[in-house]
């Protein structure tokens, strides 16, 4: 398989045992227009019931721009278009920080399964689009505190759950 593909495939399905280890739905939406993954769960009250997405992106380590506080990604306006703004389904993108090399992806042990590196996640909701007329791209800052982790995951769901009118 082409190594940036690889990387993509790994990168959601890092994602996906992080959301099956909290408990979630998972569903690859076909086409992927903006979104790779929609995160869902069963709640036995119905109006609980709420779904958010996610666009993954995975970097090499040390392939990136990284600031102190955070990970500088670029985005095409069409890609922050489609996280920008208040949606009725919340939006997440996620980044994923993978190893250099397919190799160094997984351990499996007896006792145990590594994933390597790590996951964060940055909400563009309050975000505008940009105002200048002809520009391509927009950066975007992903803090390194926000870790993705199975704590988070539930807190999303929590906040989709509170906007929701009963």
């Known amino acids: 398989m082409e190594l940036n593909n690889h990387q ?3 990168g959601e399905t890092f994602v996906a045992a992080i959301a099956a280890a909290a408990g979630f739905q998972v569903a690859v939406p ?3 227009i903006g979104k790779d993954l929609i995160l ?11 779904q ?3 666009q993954v992106k995975t970097r090499r380590v040390g392939e990136f721009d ?10 095409s306006i069409e890609q922050f278009r489609r996280l920008c703004g208040r949606r009725q389904v919340p939006c997440f993108l996620v980044l994923v920080v ?7 992806y997984i351990e499996v042990l007896e006792r ?10 940055v909400s563009l909701a309050e975000r ?6 002809g520009q391509k791209s927009v950066t975007v800052t992903v803090p390194r505190d926000n870790l993705l982790t199975v704590d988070v995951l539930r807190g999303f769901f929590d906040r989709a759950c509170e906007e929701v009118p009963v």
Do not use: K, M, N
Not at 40 to 50: A, N, W
Not at 98 to 104: L, M, R, Y
Not at 128 to 133: A, E, N, R, V, Y
């Open 8 to 10: 993509g495939w790994y």
């Open 52 to 54: 958010i997405a996610l």
């Open 30 to 32: 076909y086409p992927d």
């Open 40 to 50: 869902g769960r069963d709640h036995e009250v119905p109006e609980l019931d709420v």
């Open 128 to 133: 505008p689009l940009p105002s200048q007329q």
């Open 66 to 75: 990284r600031t102190g506080s955070g990970f500088r990604i670029t985005l």
């Open 112 to 121: 145990e399964l590594v994933l390597r590196h790590s996951a964060y996640w």
């Open 98 to 104: 993978v190893p250099p090399t397919p190799a160094a």
